[in-house]
T-cell receptor, first 115, second 114 residues
């Protein structure tokens, strides 16, 4: 089983609060990703990183930001949480890009509820 | 438009029975096709990855097939177990950019009853 960890697993927070979702991997992967997943819907890419100090926005418009100061760590921050941010957030990593045959390794996600 | 469509949306089978899940895609240019299993409350776990030249790939009781001409894939589960209850997600990668991107289906929710 892959070694990629997300904390917290569940978070309930009020509107306007600043939150950081943590993601760490111990596999030395350069590529890391954040996905958003709602029930019955496909995963949407919100941020990705191909290495230290490299971050890009994904396909889904997001008010979150990410940083990649260390290879193993890829936190996601919401400066001001809103009810529309309520969702499941999944972090993933891989040793090569999507066009190569290396699988994504996912964490178990953070279920965020904004009241 | 690059898309991945899965069917059925949900499926209920009895323990010990076989089942087949379908995936149709329009992603081009094609690089590889992946099947993931996602248990409730967990992250997806990779089952198989197939390239253009591979017609079939197995992982235990899971067998994936790929027809790149018709842009269809299937995941066959043999002798189902209660632990097979999960969402099965088809993911297709393109090679339109240096590192490619992934297109996700919405998944098939499989329930195995005793």
């Amino acid at each position: 089983e892959a070694d990629i960890y997300q904390t917290p697993r569940y978070l309930v927070i009020g509107t306007g609060k600043k939150i950081t979702l943590e993601c760490s991997q111990t596999m030395g992967h350069d590529k890391m990703y954040w996905y958003q997943q709602d029930p019955g819907m496909e995963l949407h890419l919100i941020h990705y990183s191909y290495g230290v100090n490299s971050t890009e926005k994904g396909d889904l418009s997001s008010e979150s930001t990410v940083s990649r100061i260390r290879t193993e760590h890829f936190p996601l921050t919401l400066e001001s949480a809103r009810p529309s941010h309520t969702s499941q957030y999944l972090c993933a990593s891989s040793d090569q890009g999507a066009s190569y045959n290396s699988p994504l390794h996912f964490g178990n996600g953070t279920r965020l509820t904004v009241t | 438009k690059n898309q991945v469509e899965q069917s059925p949306q949900s499926l209920i089978i009895l323990e010990g029975k076989n089942c087949t899940l379908q995936c149709n895609y329009t992603v081009s240019p094609f690089s590889n096709l992946r099947w993931y299993k996602q248990d409730t409350g967990r992250g997806p776990v990779s089952l198989t990855i197939m390239t253009f030249s591979e017609n079939t790939k197995s992982n235990g009781r899971y067998t994936a097939t790929l027809d790149a001409d018709t842009k269809q894939s299937s995941l066959h589960i043999t002798a189902s177990q209660l632990s097979d209850s999960a969402s099965y997600i088809c993911v297709v990668s393109d090679r339109g950019s240096t590192l490619g991107r992934l297109y996700f289906g919405r998944g098939t929710q499989l329930t195995v009853w005793p």
